[in-house]
């Protein structure tokens, strides 16, 4: 079992920019491909940002391409997005994901992943 816990959540005025992080508690981390999903209140979790296992490959939602960045460490079992610009409609809880499968591509849809964090509030005041 993966046990996945997010951090680096807050509050921040637009314009500003907050790293998340995602410890994986599995020695396995290297081999999963992850994700980042976000879910605002009164709507359904959304794709945000994906990687797969070694780094080489990384998708974005068209409302945070050239805002946000994911990356990873192996070594330190460790997921990180990087939020710049961040706008009251970043407001939400982010959640990261766990894909045990280790395509190139990382998969865009919640359903893909099986293993989640309890998430964290970024709050965006308007």
């Known amino acids: 079992q993966v046990q996945l816990i997010e951090s680096g959540g807050g509050l921040v005025q637009a314009g500003g920019s907050l790293r998340l992080s995602c410890i994986a508690t599995s020695g396995i981390f290297s081999s999963f491909n992850m994700g980042w999903f976000r879910q605002a209140p009164g709507t359904e979790r959304e794709f945000v940002a994906a990687i797969n296992w070694n780094g080489g490959r990384a998708s974005y939602a068209d409302s945070v391409k050239g805002r946000f960045t994911i990356s990873r460490d192996n070594a330190k079992n460790t997921l990180y997005l990087r939020m710049n610009s961040l706008k009251p409609s970043d407001t939400a809880v982010y959640y990261c994901?766990?894909?045990?499968?280790?395509?190139?591509?990382?998969?865009?849809?919640?359903?893909?992943?099986?293993?989640w964090g309890r998430g964290t509030q970024v709050t965006v005041p308007s």
């Open positions: 994901a766990a894909d045990r499968h280790t395509f190139e591509n990382p998969a865009m849809s919640e359903h893909e992943y099986d293993y």
